[in-house]
Each structure stands twice: as structure tokens, then as C-alpha cells.
């Protein structure tokens, strides 16, 4: 630009998605207004980085703003805007403008029912992210996929349900992975569901069984409910199965050590949308 070279609005969008991801919210609004100052044309694929941009630093305002003066919108608008909303808390404009979205006769993709539900993470509305994971395939013919059963069990185990949310992955219609009982595991944790947290890292053993963080956390639960015998055969366990400890871990940790391995409610599926 330094150089009397007008940016096309490819160079444009590609220079705003970096600065999404770095988090360059200044250098953002600088190109932003460069556009603006220079009339290159904000057609789609600029209205769509700017959106994702201003999101993925925080500053919703100004993406909405972008989102409403856009002449024309195509899933990915959509999608960006309703993804950037609920990750950014305000699940209930996320709500709203899906609905708007589906009013507008636009076909919602995978990535669009993965922001929905996120909103619907964030504001505990178990039951409305239950009528949309069955809307996808019903109404939109979009066969969910692990992170929208993700979302689902992050749900249901932020509000409480541990033994529905137990429920729901067993039944789930396709294996759920590590990351499922972990986003599962994390809420037993928070809630102090020693019985439960049992079968789910149990079943982690089975599906990681060198991931020490899996030992660590079952061994600490026994420790900390003065289960020591059953604690002391975990850390065997791990000996036999020649699994490293991690540097520091004490058998006596508790339910706030942090040797387990994972956040209390795992941000994967959040930042799937990112």
C-alpha cells in the first residue's frame, strides 16, 4: 500500500483472516478504513474476513454493523456472524439472527448448527440445542457430526445433567471419541460425581490407554475420598503399562489438581467455529 499499490479485494480478505487470527483488532480497523478511504469494493469475500475478523477479536458491534450493510450475504455470513456471537457470549442474538437466517429461506450448513449450539451452550438452553441437533437432520437433511454431539454433551453437562449427558453419548450413533468423555469427565470433576467420573475414566483408559492424565485424575478422585487402596492400584496400573508420570504429579492432588489432563469443559468444539 506503501507503494501506490491498490490491493485487490482478494489480498484484502486474505490480509484481514490473518489478522483474525493473530488478533490484530488495529490493523484491522486500519484496513477496514483503507477500504473504505480507497474504494475497493466490499463485496462478499471482504464483507465475510471482516466480519470473522472483528469477532475473533472481541469487537461485535463493529461485526454486526459490517453483517447488516452488507448488500449481499451468502451461508458463510451467516454462519461467521452467528458463530462469532456465541462465542463471544451474546447467544441470544445469535438466536435471533438464525432465525432471521431461516426466515431468508438460507440453507443452515454444519458449521452454521455448530454456532447455534454453542449459543445455546453458553446460555443453558438444554432443550432448544436438543430440537436443533434434531432439526439437522430432519428439516436439513445434515447428518451430525462429533462436534455437534460434542456441543450436546458439553451442554447438558454444564447444566447438571451428568447422567443424561451420560445417557445421550451412549446412545449416540456414532463412537464417540476421547475428547466426548472428556468434555464429560471435566463436568463430573466440577460437580464432584465421583461414581460417575469411575466409568467415564475407565472408558478413557480403554480408548487412551497412555495418556497419563487419564491415571491422574482417577487416582486423585480415589485420593480425595480417602480411597487410597484403589488409588495405590491405579498408579500401579500405570507402572505396568510403562505410562510416564507427568513432572511434579503427587497422588494427592484432589479434585482441584490440575494433572488430569483437561478443562473442566473443554473448548475443542468452540474453537472449531473460530
Same mark, same amino acid.
Given at each position: 500500500?506503501?507503494?501506490?499499490?491498490?490491493? *485487490?479485494?482478494?489480498? /484484502? !480478505? @486474505?490480509?484481514?483472516?490473518?489478522? !483474525?487470527?493473530?488478533?490484530?483488532? *488495529? $490493523?484491522?480497523?486500519?484496513?477496514? *478504513?483503507?477500504?473504505?478511504?480507497?474504494?475497493? &469494493?466490499?463485496? /462478499?469475500? $471482504?464483507? %465475510?474476513?471482516? +466480519?470473522?475478523m472483528y469477532c475473533k477479536c472481541g469487537a461485535v458491534e463493529k461485526a454486526l454493523d459490517v453483517f447488516n450493510g452488507m448488500k449481499h450475504k451468502d451461508g458463510v455470513s451467516w454462519t461467521s456472524i452467528i458463530s462469532g456471537l456465541a462465542v463471544n457470549g451474546l447467544s441470544d442474538d445469535a438466536i435471533n439472527i438464525f432465525s432471521r437466517m431461516l426466515r431468508e429461506g438460507i440453507h443452515p450448513t454444519h458449521g452454521t448448527f455448530i454456532g447455534i449450539l454453542i449459543a445455546c451452550k453458553h446460555s443453558g438452553q438444554v432443550d432448544k440445542g436438543l430440537e436443533y441437533l434434531e432439526t439437522m437432520e430432519k428439516v436439513y437433511g445434515l447428518k451430525p457430526e462429533m462436534k455437534h454431539y460434542g456441543c450436546i454433551v458439553d451442554l447438558l453437562s454444564r447444566s447438571g445433567n451428568l447422567e443424561r449427558a451420560y445417557e445421550f453419548i451412549k446412545t449416540m450413533p456414532i $463412537?464417540?471419541? /476421547? +475428547?466426548?468423555?472428556?468434555?464429560?469427565?471435566? !463436568?463430573?470433576?466440577?460437580? @464432584? %460425581?465421583?461414581?460417575?467420573?469411575?466409568? +467415564?475414566?475407565? &472408558?478413557?483408559?480403554?480408548?487412551?490407554?497412555? %495418556? @497419563?492424565?487419564?491415571? /491422574?485424575?482417577?487416582? %486423585? !478422585?480415589?485420593?480425595? @475420598?480417602?480411597?487410597?487402596? *484403589?488409588?495405590?492400584? $491405579?498408579?500401579?496400573?500405570m507402572g505396568e503399562r510403562t505410562v510416564g508420570k507427568p513432572s511434579g504429579w503427587s497422588s494427592i492432588e484432589g479434585n482441584d489438581g490440575d494433572g488430569s489432563g483437561h478443562s473442566h469443559h473443554t473448548d475443542t468444539v468452540d474453537s472449531s467455529v473460530k
Open positions: 500500500m506503501g507503494a501506490n499499490i491498490k490491493p *485487490d479485494e482478494i489480498t /484484502v !480478505a @486474505s490480509v484481514l483472516s490473518a489478522c !483474525a487470527h493473530l488478533g490484530s483488532a *488495529d $490493523v484491522g480497523q486500519a484496513i477496514h *478504513d483503507y477500504v473504505r478511504q480507497h474504494g475497493i &469494493k466490499e463485496d /462478499v469475500f $471482504v464483507g %465475510n474476513a471482516l +466480519v470473522d $463412537v464417540p471419541d /476421547v +475428547v466426548i468423555w472428556r468434555i464429560l469427565l471435566g !463436568a463430573c470433576m466440577l460437580h @464432584s %460425581n465421583l461414581g460417575l467420573a469411575e466409568i +467415564v475414566t475407565k &472408558k478413557l483408559l480403554e480408548l487412551d490407554p497412555f %495418556n @497419563s492424565g487419564n491415571y /491422574v485424575f482417577l487416582s %486423585n !478422585a480415589y485420593a480425595s @475420598s480417602d480411597r487410597w487402596e *484403589d488409588a495405590d492400584q $491405579v498408579r500401579k496400573l
